[in-house]
């Protein structure tokens, strides 16, 4: 049978009070309102947090369709409590002092286990899906995979604030999200099996409660047939949401082809792919980038250029070609989502003004 390359996403959202402009710990008011909506929108970490998850969706105009469908969704939902929803990597007057963590199970073991670290984690991700039928493939389109997420990053930069401050980043959340002691870059696996060995070891071995604290970039999902991405930030507008579930669907189905043609997987430093993710959370588009498989730095533009160029095949099998590339100079012309926002704090020196951009690109669309 032949692989699809499926995909599906979720998003994570922030709550936020329409006076002070200021996270709500309120994700409970709008899950009870959202259950008569046909979204399926779950609770997160924190109480100032709420997600979102598509339905599989065979192309990118059914990811679009469900994405607008389920942010009107959690708006409406929001306003009939009197607040706001935001979609970005973290929040400009966020204060991790003042979150609560969300009362189930599953979220309160997770800070008795890593105590301050779960609390500070106010941060906002975006995940993507991808299909994969074959367990083993998965693993080794991993393998392929992993040398290619920070063009991707660099794209998707949207928290340059945190606690009120200009951290100079573009993706400061991926340092905060950093933290986790199973988060970064996955290691080369030679075989399904190995990988099974290595997270029930991490699990015997109480480094882990579970497979789903495995938070690296990119990992084969335990619920679903997916490889799931896990690298960047929440987006802003649906538009670079929809670009990175197209970029990410192509990364897959090029690296699928190669693992089922036994290609040779590039050897990468794990220092070097540490390296070129630091440098395209710190500095987006607006830098040179770390070019993994030329082993050099590069402007920021040049490598995401090649990197579309070497996924134009694949996004041209799965018919993402004319809107993916359209999407991706759409978004180098307007900046990242961080570039927005220090556009917006720029014209008033106001990070309400900031929050008030979010907002809107939230619902636009």
């Known amino acids: 049978m032949q692989q699809t390359f499926t995909v599906g996403v979720e998003e994570e959202y922030q709550i936020i009070d329409p006076g002070t402009r200021s996270l709500m710990q309120r994700a ?10 046909p979204v399926n929108v779950e609770a997160e970490l924190q109480l100032s947090q709420i997600e979102i998850g598509t339905p599989v969706c065979d192309d990118l105009t059914q990811v679009r369709a469900e994405l607008v469908r389920s942010r009107r969704a959690v708006s409406t939902a929001a306003a009939e409590e009197g607040m706001w929803i935001g979609a970005a990597g973290s929040h400009p007057l966020a204060d991790p002092a003042d979150g609560t963590i969300t009362p189930k199970e599953r979220y309160l073991g997770m800070a008795e286990d890593y105590g301050q670290l779960a609390k500070e984690q106010i941060v906002f991700g975006y995940h993507v899906h991808v299909g994969i039928d074959d367990r083993e493939a998965a693993v080794q389109t991993m393998n392929r995979v992993r040398g290619w997420l920070s063009p991707m990053l660099a794209l998707g930069g949207s928290s340059p604030f945190w606690m009120g401050r200009d951290t100079g980043y573009s993706s ?10 199973m988060a970064g870059s996955p290691e080369v696996f030679g075989s399904r099996s190995e990988y099974e060995e ?5 699990v015997t071995t109480e480094a882990i409660a579970e497979e789903t604290r495995i938070y690296w970039d990119v990992r084969p999902s335990s619920r679903f047939n997916t490889l799931e991405y896990r690298v960047t930030d929440v987006c ?3 538009d670079e949401a929809v670009m990175l579930a197209g970029l990410a669907r192509a990364l897959t189905r090029r690296c699928y082809e190669q693992a089922i043609r036994d290609e040779a997987i590039p050897v990468v430093r794990p220092e070097l792919l540490q390296a070129a993710k630091w440098r395209a ?3 987006g588009l607006d830098a040179t980038l770390v070019d993994v498989n030329e082993r050099r730095s590069r402007p920021a533009l040049q490598v995401i ?8 095949p694949s996004l041209e099998d799965n018919g993402d070609w004319a809107e993916t590339s359209v999407l991706v100079h759409q978004a180098i012309e307007r900046g990242t989502g ?6 917006a704090f720029g014209r008033g020196r106001r990070l309400e003004d900031v929050v008030d951009l979010i907002v809107a690109e939230t619902g636009a669309g």
């Open 172 to 181: 400061y959340r991926t340092d905060v999200w950093g933290r986790w002691p």
């Open 236 to 238: 802003m507008t649906v």
């Open 281 to 283: 959370a710190r500095y």
């Open 305 to 312: 250029d090649d990197w579309l160029n070497f996924l134009r």
């Open 28 to 37: 409970e008011a709008i899950l009870s309102r959202a259950e008569s909506s």
């Open 338 to 343: 961080a570039a927005r926002q220090r556009e």
């Open 198 to 202: 290595v997270i029930e070891l991490l």
